[in-house]
């Protein structure tokens, strides 16, 4: 059966940053634990590049890398969110923050945890999120 998927819109504080991700209306997304997520508090919705669009805000976005330079942590330049990122579990897809999705689309969020802390030993169990159905 083909997941139906809806139009989430999202952004950062701002404003200034906003993108679309296609997306089912119930969300399972992930909690990482690792040093950077757990002091943000990021939920990750991963999914394949195809389903992400940057609406407006490409010339606000800065980068950040560290460790193997794999993720490319986006943040907005003027209120400092990072609404969405390519991680490093999937370099062919984006991670979007759910906190910064929209209200209106989204009917509920399962939360699923995951050991970024031991990522080497975790990460394949996201790697399927960013394929193509």
Same mark, same amino acid.
């Given at each position: 059966?083909?997941?139906?998927?809806?139009?989430?819109?999202?952004?950062?504080?701002? /404003?200034?940053?906003?993108?679309?991700?296609?997306?089912?209306?119930?969300?399972?997304?992930?909690?990482?634990?690792?040093?950077?997520c757990a002091m943000t508090g990021y939920?990750?919705?991963?999914?394949? #590049?195809?389903?992400?669009?940057?609406?407006?805000?490409?010339?606000?976005? +800065? +980068?950040? +890398?560290?460790?193997?330079?794999? #993720?490319?942590?986006?943040?907005?330049?003027?209120? /400092?969110?990072?609404?969405?990122?390519?991680?490093?579990?999937?370099?062919?897809?984006?991670?979007?923050?759910?906190?910064?999705?929209?209200?209106?689309?989204?009917?509920?969020?399962?939360?699923?945890?995951?050991?970024?802390?031991?990522?080497?030993?975790?990460? /394949? #169990?996201?790697?399927?999120?960013?394929?193509?159905?």
């Amino acid at each position: 059966m083909t997941e139906v998927l809806v139009i989430h819109r999202g952004g950062c504080h701002c /404003g200034a940053v906003r993108f679309e991700v296609g997306a089912p209306a119930r969300l399972v997304v992930h909690e990482c634990n690792c040093s950077i997520c757990a002091m943000t508090g990021y939920l990750h919705l991963i999914v394949p #590049a195809s389903r992400f669009r940057l609406i407006a805000g490409a010339g606000e976005l +800065t +980068t950040y +890398t560290f460790n193997t330079g794999t #993720a490319r942590h986006l943040f907005c330049r003027r209120c /400092g969110i990072k609404s969405f990122y390519v991680p490093r579990s999937n370099p062919d897809g984006y991670s979007v923050n759910v906190r910064c999705l929209a209200p209106g689309t989204v009917e509920s969020v399962e939360t699923d945890p995951f050991d970024g802390r031991n990522w080497e030993a975790a990460a /394949g #169990a996201l790697r399927h999120l960013s394929s193509e159905p």
